[in-house]
């Protein structure tokens, strides 16, 4: 059975961090190209960052750049998080793209992504 499991989210003041996990079961997640998205209260998901499954390439969001970090191994993908900014409360998904595309130097390509976790909240308030 295909799973992605989130977990890591919770309740930060401004300038904290957290640092979010997502366990994969059913595939082999080092022949896909991974990616962490966002929904904020009322926006559209949005792409956050990826790395593709080639040649390691890794892609951050402007709003993200410099405070977050992709990194993944054999079984976890993970996004550190760090001077966390009350504009980054939202809903974070990790997700996996089995063609291997989706993710590019300048952007993030959300329809590429066929798996999907659930979840997990991020709240960042003082």
């Known amino acids: 059975q295909v799973q992605l499991v989130e977990s890591g989210g919770g309740l930060v003041q401004p300038g904290g961090s957290l640092r979010l996990s997502c366990a994969v079961s059913?595939?082999?997640?080092?022949?896909?190209?991974v990616g962490w998205f966002r929904q904020g209260p009322g926006k559209a998901r949005e792409g956050v960052s990826c790395?593709?499954?080639?040649?390691?390439t890794t892609y951050y969001a402007t709003s993200v750049k410099g405070r977050f970090t992709i990194s993944r191994d054999n079984a976890k993908m993970y996004l550190q998080m760090n001077n966390l900014k009350p504009e980054d409360t939202a809903v974070y998904y990790c997700?996996?793209?089995?063609?291997?595309?989706?993710?590019?130097?300048?952007?993030?390509?959300?329809?590429?992504?066929?798996?999907w976790g659930q979840g997990t909240q991020v709240s960042v308030s003082s």
């Open positions: 997700a996996a793209a089995d063609s291997g595309y989706g993710c590019y130097s300048h952007g993030i390509t959300q329809v590429e992504y066929d798996k």
């Open positions: 059913g595939f082999e997640l080092a022949y896909y190209t």
């Open positions: 790395i593709n499954r080639g040649d390691g």
